[in-house]
């Protein structure tokens, strides 16, 4: 089989697929560790505490997802992931604990009880797949080939038969593969303003759309509230939740707080978006005093670069794009609409975040969904060859023009005519976005339409599927 991506939920489907006996082959454009989950600050959402239960976060996530979430895939997700944590001790992952020993749970914005771990404070997503990339790179049934990247997807007969990749040394390769997983991450730098590393543009969902399989919610990405407003190379840094768990507090203009700083992301962000509409300003203020900033070494360093202290001046902060809660329709297994084709990670949509992902949920998700889809990538059968088939190409690369119209037309506020313009936009991701957010005539979690405020009770558990066709209908998910 072959695994595309070698962030966090493609190293753990690769290794998790070579403990079930499978050859794969594992494509990485950069070098490992080199992706979006290095980068990653948040931590694995699970009930481990004494007060806590799989039932009371699925709770949480279900009201974060403001009734879009999929029961089905929420309770498994709840359900498992306090293993997936367990397991990744068992494979070297060593997370930080209380001075008892015990792990350190954190508490971030719409959970009801401390259940956040993390590995190297807000480094976690840096500790994890530096660990997992040496097991993949170490593993005998494991062959990874860096500095390789995909352009397409070889697909006849009704199915995925494999992907075509390029190396670096310009030699073009077919790899012929039972079951094809793609594990590419999101699309949230398709928009100007983000804390996405550039390459998150939604390469796997591109890929798939293009080899017919279908897509779904690209209408709901995720605003992070507090990303670093500067001048250069660090405007965007993510300012993780965990530090308004630690006491981080938001201001505004005028020096008063203004929104419960632990409310669910797409409250906060709406608030301060509120707040920056009112004022003019660019920025809001986070004031980190009373929080431990040795716990925090990357963000100590990052603001300490931008030569401001925070013992004695708050950092500027506002929404960017952050999550892409839409993707690749799977199912909880991970397979997509065209047989022999799977999606894990950001680039797939199960349909668990719903509306409004709750804070460290996705990376749970990447161990959750990412052990299951190898188990059902395993299973795959293959029929025919490649010979013959067609290649379901790449698009390219959102142009900067593409980028603005995406934060100008999809941001934290729409309306038709702005989406009617996205939908016209030579970009097919924009197009996607633009469709999905078209269909849905609400206002709903991360989606807020000024010509339809309100919620529509009717469209609870309604997800926007658009098919290789570009034909675009809501279903309902349960």
């Known amino acids: 089989m072959a695994v595309v991506g070698a962030g966090a939920a493609g190293l753990f489907c690769a290794l ?3 403990n079930e006996g499978a050859r794969v082959t594992l494509v990485s454009r950069s070098r490992l560790p080199g992706s979006a989950s290095y980068w990653a600050q948040g931590g694995i959402a699970a009930a481990l505490g004494a007060d806590d239960s799989p ?12 009734r879009a979430a999929r029961p089905s895939a929420v309770v498994l997700l709840c359900a498992e992931s306090p293993d997936r944590v367990r397991e990744l001790e068992r494979l070297g992952v060593r997370f930080d604990v209380d001075r008892q020993g015990a792990l350190a749970l954190g508490l971030e914005g719409g959970h009801s009880a401390r259940r956040v771990v993390h590995a190297g404070g807000a480094a976690t997503g840096r500790s994890i797949t530096r660990r997992l990339a040496a097991l993949a790179a170490t593993n005998e049934r494991i062959e990874v080939l860096e500095d390789t990247s995909v352009e397409a997807l070889l697909v006849g007969g009704g199915r995925c038969l494999g992907v075509t990749c390029a190396r670096d040394t310009g030699i073009e390769l077919d790899l012929e593969a039972r079951a094809t997983v793609l594990a590419t991450g999101g699309a949230a730098a398709a928009w100007a303003r983000t804390t996405n590393p550039p390459g998150s543009v939604g390469v796997g969902i591109g890929l798939a759309h293009a080899a017919g399989a279908a897509i779904a919610d690209l209408e709901l990405t995720q605003f992070h509230p507090t990303a670093l407003v500067a001048e250069g190379p660090r405007d965007g840094f993510l300012m993780t939740e965990a530090l308004r768990g630690e006491g981080a507090l938001l201001i505004d203009a005028a020096g008063e707080r203004f929104v419960e700083e632990l409310a669910p992301r797409d409250e906060v962000a709406s608030a301060i978006d509120a707040r920056l509409r009112e004022s003019g300003a660019a920025s809001v203020a986070l004031d980190l ?3 431990d900033l040795t716990r925090f070494p990357n963000i100590a360093e990052a603001i300490a670069a931008e030569g401001i202290d925070p013992l ?3 950092v500027p902060v506002a929404p960017a794009a ?4 839409g993707g690749v329709a799977t199912d909880v297994e991970g397979r997509s609409s065209l047989p022999g084709l799977l999606a894990v990670g950001e680039c797939a949509c199960t349909g668990l975040h719903g509306a409004n992902r709750l804070a460290s949920n996705s990376l749970a998700e990447c161990f959750v969904l990412g052990g299951r889809a190898a188990v059902a990538a395993v299973a795959s059968e293959l029929d025919g060859t490649s010979r013959g088939a067609r290649r379901a190409t790449l698009p390219d690369f959102p142009p900067p023009s593409t980028r603005a119209a995406l934060w100008r037309h999809a941001a934290l506020q729409r309306d038709a005519a702005g989406l009617r313009e996205l939908a016209s936009d030579p970009h097919p991701l924009a197009r996607l976005v633009a469709v999905g957010a078209l269909v849905r005539k609400e206002s709903r979690g991360a989606h807020q ?12 558990l309604c997800h926007a599927v658009i098919d290789g066709a570009n034909a675009v209908k809501l279903e309902r998910w349960t």
């Open 16 to 18: 998790a697929a070579a």
């Open 55 to 66: 039932d009371r976060h699925a709770q949480d996530t279900l009201v974060a997802g403001r």
């Open 289 to 291: 005093r009373d929080v």
């Open 312 to 314: 004695r001046e708050t």
């Open 322 to 325: 952050h999550y892409t809660m």
């Open 449 to 460: 339409r000024t010509d339809f405020p309100t919620t529509d009770p009717g469209l609870d």
